[in-house]
Nanobody
Framework: QVQLVESGGGLVQAGGSLNLSCEAS????????MGWFRQAAGKEREFVAA????????KYGDSVMGRFTTSRDNAKNTVYLRMNSLKPEDSAVYYC????????????????????WGQGTQVAVSS
């Protein structure tokens, strides 16, 4: 059974940092783009970051550029999200996703365009 399992969420004060991990199992994801989305209560899902599988190119959403860093370890089937300088508006459920397509932002149009999703991990940033 293929699974993506996020971990590392929690409560942090504004200005603080958190590290999220997403471990994939059930198959190799070395040829999958892996990335992160988030969804705050009452808001639409937002693209956060993704690492392409072909050349390791990384894309970030505008709201996290310069504060968040994503990386992947294919040997561990894991993608990471380092979140610095957190703001209350970063509070959301963070989801890991994976697909063969290079551009995961397509999954904002229809989440079914991403073949795999994790269950999400909650991040809360207090002011």
């Amino acid at each position: 059974q293929v699974q993506l399992v996020e971990s590392g969420g929690g409560l942090v004060q504004a200005g603080g940092s958190l590290n999220l991990s997403c471990e994939a199992s059930g198959r190799s994801f070395s040829t999958y783009t892996m990335g992160w989305f988030r969804q705050a209560a009452g808001k639409e899902r937002e693209f956060v970051a993704a690492v392409e599988w072909i050349d390791g190119s990384i894309k970030y959403g505008d709201s996290v550029m310069g504060r968040f860093t994503t990386s992947r370890d294919n040997a561990k089937n894991t993608v990471y999200l380092r979140m610095n300088s957190l703001k209350p508006e970063d509070s959301a459920v963070y989801y890991c996703a994976a697909d063969l397509r290079l551009d995961l932002t397509d999954c904002l149009i229809d989440e079914r365009r991403c073949q795999y999703w994790g269950q999400g991990t909650q991040v809360a940033v207090s002011s």
